[in-house]
């Protein structure tokens, strides 16, 4: 699929697109223009003395952030927001979010408010009750039991300290020594000292893991929450461009759902898929031209009159024989087979064939529809037995075209044309003309099944995102199944836009079109002499001969 192809349901659907994008910007600055800016205020907690120890171990850093993990979990908890509200007297606390810093003993707390005063005074709130759930609160009470856990560690100290200068001194004496039983007297008392030592040590160690000096599970403020003074939001453009964007998102989502849920066929894509068929041209919609069936000779060097020339040419180069008789078949009515076909004629007369253009949709009630006088005898009285077919034909723009009317229309049931009495018809039309275009009936009648076998090519003509899929796949189905010749499809009634996104016709750009409506009005303006030189045509000639 093509590029183009793909950007084709948002080229069609633009004014959807606008429409959401234009509604989404407008109602996001509506929304955020109002709202105050907000502010950040940050506390930050240790967790352990792993950080000011000399030397640390893997066991230290492990644990304090195992019980960062809790303290977080605890911070979230009713009984520590409440303790939070009742301290502050606020009856709800502003957004905030506590996590641990990743790889690292951290807490860090988060308040976001509109208030910057109370986000300070949240924050280092809730620090401070993190902190009276953990075991360092009751330290730093100051009871009688930490004093004299302080006292008697500072004796031990004093012991250690002792203990170590008496071992200092009697290991110099024993290497002035000389007797063997003063030297085992003092190596019995360098082992004792040292024993004592030991224990001191010991004992130093337990009573400084019960201060708060030397305790894990203990909760310190590194960075109490400051006042914030540049709030951090709302970035009201950002949130305007994201919602512009989704809305703009949400557009184009309508439009592929509103694409694919019609069932018709848009695209030179839907054609190849669907039908297995070529594209052989694409009408541009000629807009409130009046007789459409004729634009080709009123306007002969418009884009347009062009377009059906490159039909023609299509047509001779991708049949393998010659193109005697060319039926004009359409799904269903108003698809705009009677436009292609007579102009079709008109381009193919301008080369200087002569051309019969045959109406054999007989059940319309305007069976004329090529010609401003209505109720001619045509098809139907030729049919009917009532005249011969001579005695109907028409010259229709030149001598080079003549045109074999419907009729009075057909009144009964469907099905009025006798194949056997048709191929007669085209057979006597064939020895005077170079060649027959069959304007025929909607294919839901069943003349347009009849008249198929009977033709050297059918060309199917559907307006794209009107003819339904399932009905153009109905009729290739039952064309084929009469082995009628189909050769491709045209596109009628396509936009400029449409036909530009379909494969590239840039013949239908803007500024061509400009050069159109210029030499459309050169066409107006020429001469009676000017009409007879462009169509090229012999002296009328009588049609019965």
Do not use: C
């Given at each position: 699929m093509k590029l183009n192809e793909i950007l084709?349901?948002?080229?069609?659907?633009?004014?959807?697109?606008?429409?959401?994008?234009?509604?989404?910007?407008?109602?996001?600055?509506?929304?955020?223009?109002?709202?105050?800016?907000?502010?950040?205020?940050?506390?930050?907690?240790?967790?352990?003395?792993?950080?000011?120890?000399?030397?640390?171990?893997?066991?230290?850093?492990?644990?304090?952030?195992?019980?960062?993990?809790?303290?977080?979990?605890?911070?979230?908890?009713?009984?520590?927001?409440?303790?939070?509200?009742?301290?502050?007297?606020?009856?709800?606390?502003?957004?905030?979010?506590?996590?641990?810093?990743?790889?690292?003993?951290?807490?860090?707390?988060?308040?976001?408010?509109?208030?910057p005063e109370r986000a300070q005074v949240v924050a280092n709130e809730l620090a401070n009750q993190l902190i009276l759930q953990s075991p360092s609160a009751q330290s730093a009470g100051g009871s009688s039991s930490s004093a004299f856990i302080e006292q008697q560690l500072s004796a031990v100290q004093i012991n250690i300290e002792q203990t170590e200068q008496e071992l200092t001194q009697a290991q110099e004496?024993?290497?002035?020594?000389?007797?063997?039983?003063?030297?085992?007297?003092?190596?019995?008392?360098?082992?004792?000292?040292?024993?004592?030592?030991?224990?001191?040590?010991?004992?130093?160690?337990?009573?400084?893991?019960?201060?708060?000096?030397?305790?894990?599970?203990?909760?310190?403020?590194?960075?109490?929450a400051a006042l914030p003074v540049k709030p951090v939001g709302p970035n009201k453009p950002a949130i305007i461009l994201i919602a512009s964007a989704f809305g703009l998102l949400l557009g184009a989502c309508a439009a592929l759902l509103l694409e694919n849920l019609d069932t018709t066929i848009k695209t030179p894509a839907d054609v190849r898929r669907a039908l297995n068929l070529p594209l052989l041209g694409i009408i541009v919609d000629m807009g409130k031209e009046k007789?459409?069936?004729?634009?080709?000779?009123?306007?002969?060097?418009?884009?347009?009159?062009?377009?059906?020339?490159?039909?023609?040419?299509?047509?001779?180069?991708?049949?393998?024989?010659?193109?005697?008789?060319?039926?004009?078949?359409?799904?269903?009515?108003?698809?705009?087979?009677?436009?292609?076909?007579?102009?079709?004629?008109?381009?193919?007369?301008?080369?200087?064939?002569?051309?019969?253009?045959?109406?054999?949709?007989?059940?319309?009630?305007?069976?004329?529809?090529?010609?401003?006088?209505?109720?001619?005898?045509?098809?139907s009285e030729v049919i009917s037995g009532r005249t011969d077919v001579f005695n109907v034909l028409t010259t229709w723009k030149d001598d080079r075209i003549v045109?074999?009317?419907?009729?009075?229309?057909?009144?009964?049931?469907?099905?009025?044309?006798?194949?056997?009495?048709?191929?007669?018809?085209f057979e006597t039309l064939e020895t005077t003309v170079d060649r027959i275009i069959i304007d025929g009936p909607p294919f839901f009648m069943a003349d347009a099944i009849t008249l198929a076998p009977l033709v050297d090519a059918v060309v199917i003509v559907i307006r794209p995102g009107r003819s339904r899929e399932d009905t153009v796949r109905?009729?290739?189905?039952?064309?084929?199944?009469?082995?009628?010749?189909?050769?491709?499809?045209?596109?009628?009634?396509?936009?400029?836009?449409?036909?530009?996104?379909?494969?590239?016709?840039?013949?239908?750009?803007?500024?061509?079109?400009?050069?159109?409506?210029?030499?459309?009005n050169m066409d107006e303006q020429e001469s009676e002499t000017t009409e007879t030189m462009r169509w090229a045509g012999s002296p009328t000639e009588n049609i019965g001969k």
């Open positions: 084709f349901p948002f080229v069609k659907w633009w004014w959807l697109l606008l429409i959401a994008l234009i509604v989404s910007s407008i109602t996001s600055y509506f929304i955020v223009r109002n709202q105050p800016p907000i502010y950040e205020a940050k506390t930050t907690l240790m967790v352990g003395r792993a950080i000011t120890d000399p030397n640390p171990n893997d066991r230290d850093f492990y644990l304090g952030q195992q019980l960062a993990d809790m303290y977080v979990t605890l911070a979230q908890r009713d009984p520590m927001i409440n303790a939070t509200k009742a301290a502050l007297g606020l009856e709800e606390l502003p957004e905030f979010n506590i996590e641990r810093v990743s790889g690292s003993q951290f807490i860090e707390i988060k308040v976001l408010d509109t208030s004496q024993l290497g002035n020594l000389n007797s063997a039983r003063d030297i085992a007297a003092a190596q019995e008392k360098i082992a004792a000292l040292q024993a004592k030592l030991a224990t001191l040590q010991n004992n130093y160690t337990e009573l400084l893991a019960s201060t708060r000096s030397g305790a894990s599970n203990t909760l310190s403020i590194i960075e109490a007789e459409t069936w004729a634009y080709a000779a009123n306007h002969p060097r418009t884009p347009v009159s062009e377009s059906f020339r490159a039909l023609n040419a299509r047509l001779q180069l991708v049949s393998k024989t010659p193109l005697k008789r060319i039926l004009l078949a359409s799904p269903e009515a108003a698809e705009g087979k009677t436009t292609v076909a007579g102009n079709l004629a008109l381009v193919m007369a301008q080369s200087g064939e002569k051309i019969a253009l045959v109406d054999a949709d007989l059940h319309r009630n305007d069976n004329n529809f090529f010609m401003e006088t209505p109720n001619l005898s045509g098809l045109l074999l009317p419907g009729g009075k229309a057909l009144e009964g049931a469907p099905g009025n044309i006798n194949p056997h009495k048709m191929k007669s018809i109905t009729m290739v189905e039952q064309l084929q199944m009469v082995n009628a010749p189909i050769l491709g499809v045209v596109f009628n009634r396509v936009s400029q836009q449409a036909a530009v996104s379909f494969g590239g016709y840039r013949l239908y750009s803007p500024r061509y079109a400009q050069e159109q409506k210029f030499k459309k």
